[in-house]
């Protein structure tokens, strides 16, 4: 079955570059999506379709993908971006990654 | 508003029922493709059943056979029927819609319904 893979956790300085990553098999061949979830909150999106950022959504966002890799940038990190990040695809059915949390430190 | 807010989670004994409902605002829930995402505590997401704009349904296989997503067009409202729950089960339930009526991303979610599954 098809998977999607994130690192647990990736830490950044505030005002640094944040890079999360999320890898499948010829991920490149699918739009992938990112959720940012803060504790006690609901997911919300923040890219779509691989690099598109919902209206109101911070430019500091970016997505990518290529390769059997997606990743989700965000530049200028600032303290309110400390969340659990998940990455989602369609195969068959909805996969999400395992997601990622993001320190701020 | 754009808006969806679900309703009937509680505590339910181990081969018991329960029925989740979702009400949305802002648009009807058969202009858009809508799911049941779940978040077992301390865990992440997972996607639990989807039904197209047309009507067709699908399942993760660990619910299949055992939960039935429907909608109700009058009153605007998804559903999803849980029948033989267990403990695997307990999490947060999530509704999502679609941005469209493609496998598109989830751009609007509700703030969850818990279901415990306990004796």
């Known amino acids: 079955s098809f998977e999607l893979t994130q690192p647990p956790s990736v830490s950044v300085s505030p005002g640094q570059t944040a890079t999360i990553t999320c890898s499948g098999d010829n991920l490149g061949n699918r739009y992938v999506n990112w959720y940012q979830q803060k504790p006690g909150q609901s997911p919300v999106l923040v890219i779509y379709?691989?690099?598109k950022r919902p209206s109101g959504l911070p430019e500091r966002f970016s997505g990518s993908n290529s390769g059997n890799t997606a990743t989700l940038t965000i530049s200028g990190t600032q303290a309110m971006d400390e969340a659990d990040y998940y990455c989602q695809a369609w195969d068959s059915t909805v996969v999400f990654g395992g997601g990622t949390k993001l320190t701020v430190l | 508003e754009v808006q969806l807010v679900e309703s009937g989670g509680g505590l339910v004994q181990p081969g018991g029922s329960l029925r989740l409902s979702c009400a949305a605002s802002?648009?009807?829930?058969?202009?858009?493709?809508m799911s049941w995402v779940r978040q077992a505590p301390g865990k992440g997401l997972q996607w639990v059943s989807i039904?197209?704009?047309?009507?067709?349904?699908y399942y993760a296989d660990s619910v299949k056979g055992r939960f039935t997503i429907s909608r109700d067009t009058s009153k605007n409202t998804l559903y999803l029927q849980m029948n033989s729950l267990r403990s695997e089960d307990t999490a947060l339930y999530y509704c999502?819609?679609?941005?469209?009526?493609?496998?598109?991303?989830?751009?609007?979610w509700g703030q969850g319904t818990m279901v415990t599954v306990s004796s």
């Open positions: 379709q691989d690099n």
């Open positions: 999502a819609r679609d941005r469209s009526t493609s496998h598109d991303a989830f751009d609007i």
């Open positions: 802002g648009f009807t829930v058969t202009s858009n493709y």
């Open positions: 039904i197209y704009s047309g009507g067709s349904t």
